[in-house]
């Protein structure tokens, strides 16, 4: 079923040479570009898919933006995780419907909106309350307001512990996650898991040296690499371009001793 789009919404209009730009759709109002002006209202009521003229006759497409195409190119006020990581960490979290997931590091919310759209209950923390304010904007105009149902972020300090317990999973975008291990270890459910977003190689040296003395176990590090490809008709190649190193993702399973004494390998495999 097709549905019109309405204002308040977000719409994606992609021109003819494949960019893109986000717009939040209002009646009366007009996107500008250098290609002229284009009405919101011509939008406005119409479905997915319609092509739309500016004032100077340049073509655009209204479609409603995915995740991914919000997430690089909503307001920031931090560098965000990119998808195919998000990607990653929803899989490696163990993400669905239902599941409680305590988020450190916030940011401007790219992951919190991945990770409530998969159907998570979202605790975050985040120190800056600009952040904490951004990523709360940026959830409710990717979701809506019955998202914030299942979402809270309070300004707080993980490093300095974390309330509560009984969590699925453990998500952290944070400079120094193994000061969170402690406290990763009290919050989690036994067999939760632990998920850290991390940089640079010291980060994960820091953080594996933490977690094997931790009770965590089945503990893994890797990254994401995205290559596209040109394909033009015989002419099929790797683009010369390709999204490479971005971040190390760190992932355990909260275990705690085994019975019988027995050692789990630290790694998966």
């Not at 308040?8 to 002006?37: C, K, M, N, P, W």
């Not at 929803?90 to 419907?97: G, I, N, S, T």
């Not at 999973?169 to 939760?192: K, Q, S, T, Y």
């Amino acid at each position: 079923m097709t549905r019109p789009f309405r204002p308040g919404e977000l719409a994606l209009l992609v021109d003819s040479r494949g960019r893109q730009y986000l717009v939040t759709l209002e009646a009366g109002a007009e996107f500008h570009t250098h290609t002229g002006i284009v009405e919101h209202d011509e939008v406005l009521g119409e479905s997915e898919g319609i092509t739309v003229r500016s004032g100077t006759g340049a073509r655009y497409t209204a479609l409603r933006p995915s995740l991914a195409d919000f997430v690089l190119r909503m307001p920031r006020d931090a560098q965000v995780v990119y998808p195919k990581d998000i990607a990653a960490i929803l899989q490696l979290a163990d993400v669905h419907p239902g599941v409680r997931v305590f988020e450190a590091g916030v940011g401007s919310g790219a992951l919190s909106i991945a990770l409530l759209r998969a159907g998570a209950d979202v605790v975050g923390y985040e120190r800056r309350p600009e952040f904490a304010e951004r990523a709360t904007a940026n959830v409710r105009t990717f979701l809506g307001d019955d998202a914030m149902a299942r979402y809270r972020v309070e300004l707080a300090d993980a490093y300095e512990g974390v309330a509560g317990d009984g969590f699925d999973a453990v998500v952290l975008d944070l400079p120094e996650p193994w000061r969170v291990v402690a406290h990763a270890e009290r919050c989690l459910r036994r067999g939760g898991t632990f998920v850290a977003y991390t940089p640079s190689v010291a980060q994960v040296m820091h953080l594996r040296e933490s977690l094997a003395a931790s009770e965590f176990e089945l503990v893994a590090t890797l990254e994401v690499l995205q290559r596209t490809w040109h394909v033009e008709g015989q002419a099929v190649r790797p683009d010369h371009r390709m999204v490479a190193h971005t971040a190390f993702l760190t992932h355990a399973r909260l275990l705690g001793p085994v019975p019988g004494g027995l050692k789990l390998p630290r790694t998966p495999g």
